[in-house]
């Protein structure tokens, strides 16, 4: 099966995969895959799940959005933040659910409600992808 190399560059990190059979994201408009010899690409990223098969292995990481290029025999993921599954710490993700959940119940003119309701689907993402 044909190939290709993965990296997930953060402002804090850098992932690294080789011999990527299949990589899937959160797009914009939907869910989006790529597999090896993938036409050249540019894909904006949305809130969710990443996952990237690897030795007929499935690996899961949380985003926050970004950009995703295509370049043939290479994907370069520009993110925002991506945190493997097992390394997503769900009592951080639980507080912050929580908060969110409080801003939003109180509406008050100072809480900013999309601010509030992006925190809340990140935190939700964040404990779904660490279930995986």
């Given at each position: 099966?044909?190939?290709?190399?993965?990296?997930?560059?953060?402002?804090?990190?850098?992932?690294?995969?080789?011999?990527?059979?299949?990589?899937?994201?959160?797009?914009?408009?939907?869910?989006?895959?790529?597999?090896?010899?993938?036409?050249l690409a540019i894909?904006?990223?949305?809130?969710?799940?990443?996952?990237?098969?690897?030795?007929?292995?499935?690996?899961?990481?949380?985003?926050?959005?970004?950009?995703?290029?295509?370049?043939?025999?290479?994907?370069?993921?520009?993110?925002?933040?991506?945190?493997?599954?097992?390394?997503?710490?769900?009592?951080?993700?639980?507080?912050?659910?929580?908060?969110?959940?409080?801003?939003?119940?109180?509406?008050?003119?100072?809480?900013?409600?999309?601010?509030?309701?992006?925190?809340?689907?990140?935190?939700?993402?964040?404990?779904?992808?660490?279930?995986?």
């Open positions: 099966m044909k190939t290709f190399d993965l990296k997930i560059v953060t402002p804090t990190q850098v992932f690294e995969e080789a011999d990527v059979t299949y990589l899937r994201c959160p797009g914009m408009d939907g869910l989006f895959g790529v597999m090896a010899r993938h036409t894909f904006a990223l949305d809130i969710g799940e990443i996952k990237v098969t690897r030795d007929k292995r499935d690996f899961y990481f949380a985003t926050s959005g970004g950009y995703t290029e295509v370049m043939g025999d290479s994907v370069l993921v520009l993110a925002e933040t991506a945190e493997k599954a097992d390394y997503i710490d769900r009592e951080r993700a639980e507080a912050s659910l929580k908060r969110a959940k409080e801003r939003l119940a109180k509406r008050s003119e100072e809480i900013e409600i999309q601010r509030a309701e992006a925190s809340m689907a990140r935190a939700i993402n964040r404990l779904t992808v660490s279930r995986k």
